[in-house]
């Protein structure tokens, strides 16, 4: 478990829901495998599900950032499977503003203290004195970066997290980003610069109505579609650098080996055919799902 008073990252368990290979392979088996077959990743949007069953525990541990957007209604089932807790800054006027919007039949303030994030962080030009002097006498710990105006409240959070991850940790670590979609559009694609950024952590921007993150091209990637909350529309974009080849099962509109490109072909409004999708490419790819409105 992590220690939320000093940030000591918990070890974390090994199951289907790692990276497949971790030790080291001999130069001679990677100059074949590269030729042949490549470790596969495996994605799982089990963190939407209520409880997650038995076969399908993952062994990621999650962290949750909650932005300064409107807060999803599925933030409290976030907040439950995630071990470390920040607020980007204004993000934590959303916790304290809108958190008790979603709990009606309670008291605002038992809401408030239930949902106490661990770390506020960024700039603090938006978190309102009321909601800093909240969090600061439930225990929050508060960092302030004001001297930092060339990156974004994200991106230090995300900075942040990582950091404070042993190295063991980083291939079982999921970050949930929470309101990063469907705002001001200059945020949106901060946020989507910052996972870009980030490749090889696993961060996830969530909305009300859909989901992205990145497929690095450095794995074949196995995406388990949870279909009682995500799907069917979905898309796969090549983000930065064309991509000289991209090949797909499981959707209506597969690929196969098809080059793609911003201001080319890119695939969106596809769609899932059913509960597997496999994407193999030689450069980065978004990956996106629509969320269903169950909330
Ligand atoms: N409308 C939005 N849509 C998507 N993400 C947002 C939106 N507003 C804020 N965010 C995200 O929340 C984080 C914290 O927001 P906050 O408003 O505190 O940032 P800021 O740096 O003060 O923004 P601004 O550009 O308005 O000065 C941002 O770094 C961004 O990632
Ligand atoms: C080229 C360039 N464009 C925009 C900004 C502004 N900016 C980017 S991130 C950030 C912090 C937001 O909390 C701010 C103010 C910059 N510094 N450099």
């Known amino acids: 478990m992590w220690r939320r008073a000093d940030l000591v990252i918990p070890c974390i368990l090994k199951t289907p829901f790692s990276i497949a290979s971790t030790s080291p392979p001999s130069p001679r088996l990677l100059v074949n495998r590269t030729l042949t077959t490549m470790d596969t990743m495996h994605h799982s949007s089990t963190f939407l599900l209520p409880t997650v069953p038995e076969n399908q525990r993952p062994s990621l541990t999650y962290a949750l950032v909650v932005l300064n957007h409107n807060l999803p209604r599925f933030t409290p089932l976030l907040w439950k499977h995630a071990q470390l807790r920040l607020c980007a800054d204004g993000g934590a006027n959303r916790v304290y503003d809108e958190m008790p919007l979603l709990f009606p039949q309670e008291d605002a303030s038992v809401v408030r203290r239930r949902y106490k994030p661990d770390i506020i962080k960024g700039d603090l030009d938006s978190i ?40 063991s940790d980083k291939s079982n670590l999921c970050i949930l980003v929470a309101g990063a979609l469907g705002g001001r559009f200059d945020h949106e694609m901060g946020n989507v610069n910052v996972i870009c950024h980030f490749s090889s952590l696993r961060v996830i921007l969530l909305s009300d109505d859909n989901l992205i993150h990145l497929l690095p091209r450095t794995h074949r990637h196995e995406i388990h579609i949870q279909a009682s909350v995500e799907g069917p529309h979905c898309g796969l974009i090549p983000i930065g650098t064309p991509s000289k080849g991209s090949t797909t099962t499981g959707l209506r509109w597969d690929l196969n080996n098809t080059e793609m490109e911003f201001g080319g072909l890119v695939s969106t409004s596809n769609m899932v055919k059913g509960e597997r999708v496999t994407v193999q490419s030689d450069c980065n790819l978004l990956w996106t799902i629509s969320l269903k409105k169950l909330w």
């Open 128 to 167: 309102r004195p009321e909601v800093h002097d909240f969090y600061t006498r439930l225990g929050t710990r508060i960092v302030d970066k004001t001297h930092d105006q060339d990156s974004t409240d994200l991106h230090k959070c995300i900075a942040c997290i990582r950091d404070f991850a042993p190295v």
